[in-house]
């Protein structure tokens, strides 16, 4: 008769699991906010003084939602022309969501753009040398105007693909300088999005300091805050595009280039915009 193998005992309960110092279980801290809709706390209608610029750009602003088509330009609305009262109303209305854009480059003016609480707003500023709001417009789309036609307005699609050959450093590198090489040359407007993830791969830091020197910093950064934050820069190859996603403690949890015209997770949703075109009108109905 075969002795059975002893079966080791795993002690479960009080007492079984590692303590710190202060003898207290270490715990992984847990998430503790997330971003969600919140309705605007707007003034009732008899006391908001005269709003009527600011009802007139919003009734076109929804009208725009309504008929608003994925893939279409932005549509754009000027505020310059209103007066005080109606830009604070709208300010009010819109709130701010979860995704800034700026676009920063020498010789041109900064323009920076925050989606309203409503997806498919943004409101787009336009800046002078001095910090001074020179251009002041709403607009209506996945994403503003100078996203979709002025990123790699000066840009080209050739990688290079240079690296020093004597330093054991650079691992990896060189095989991920060939691919994004080649898909950058070929991408065309509309195809599907290419996307290699460096978080799967075993890169060295200086692997990554030469991706990033080869695909160079273009203009436009979006910063996405939810549940966790994501980052999004253009580079400096047309149709290039570093994101990279951090979790709600701020380490990063992944690391990706996209060769694409706007990377999906920054574009607004059809169903989010059809949304907010509801939820605006249910603004509107209280000063109509």
């Known amino acids: 008769m075969h002795k059975l193998p002893d079966i080791p005992i795993v002690e479960i309960g009080p007492g079984s ?60 609305f000027g505020l310059n022309d209103l007066d005080a009262n109606s830009i604070d109303f709208i300010n009010q209305a819109l709130g701010e969501g979860e995704v800034s854009i700026s676009h920063e480059e020498n010789g041109l003016s900064p323009i920076k753009a925050q989606e309203a609480v409503l997806a498919g707003i943004w409101r787009v500023q336009h800046f002078n040398a001095d910090g001074a709001v020179i251009r002041d417009t709403i607009e209506v789309g996945e994403v503003p105007h100078m996203v979709r036609h002025d990123t790699f307005a000066n840009t080209d699609q050739v990688l290079d693909e240079s690296y020093d050959n004597n330093n054991p450093e650079i691992q990896n590198a060189p095989s991920l300088l060939v691919e994004l090489a080649d898909k950058l040359r070929s991408y065309q407007t509309g195809n599907e ?96």
């Open 17 to 76: 699991q590692p303590q710190d110092e202060n003898g207290e279980l270490e715990y992984m801290t847990m998430p503790s906010s997330m971003e969600t809709y919140h309705q605007p706390n707007l003034p009732e209608a008899d006391e908001c003084g005269d709003v009527t610029q600011a009802i007139s750009v919003l009734e076109a602003v929804q009208r725009a939602l309504n008929t608003y088509q994925a893939g279409n330009d932005a549509i754009s």
């Open 193 to 288: 999005a290419h996307i290699v993830n460096l978080s799967l791969l075993p890169l060295s830091p200086t692997d990554l300091a030469l991706l990033g020197e080869r695909m160079g910093v273009g203009p436009v950064t979006i910063l996405s805050r939810g549940y966790g934050n994501c980052r999004i820069g253009s580079t400096a190859k047309r149709n290039g595009w570093w994101i990279k996603f951090y979790n709600s403690q701020d380490a990063l949890i992944l690391n990706t280039i996209e060769i694409v015209d706007i990377p999906s997770v920054a574009i607004a949703a059809p169903e989010d915009i059809a949304d907010s075109a509801d939820r605006l009108n249910e603004i509107l109905e209280m000063y109509r």
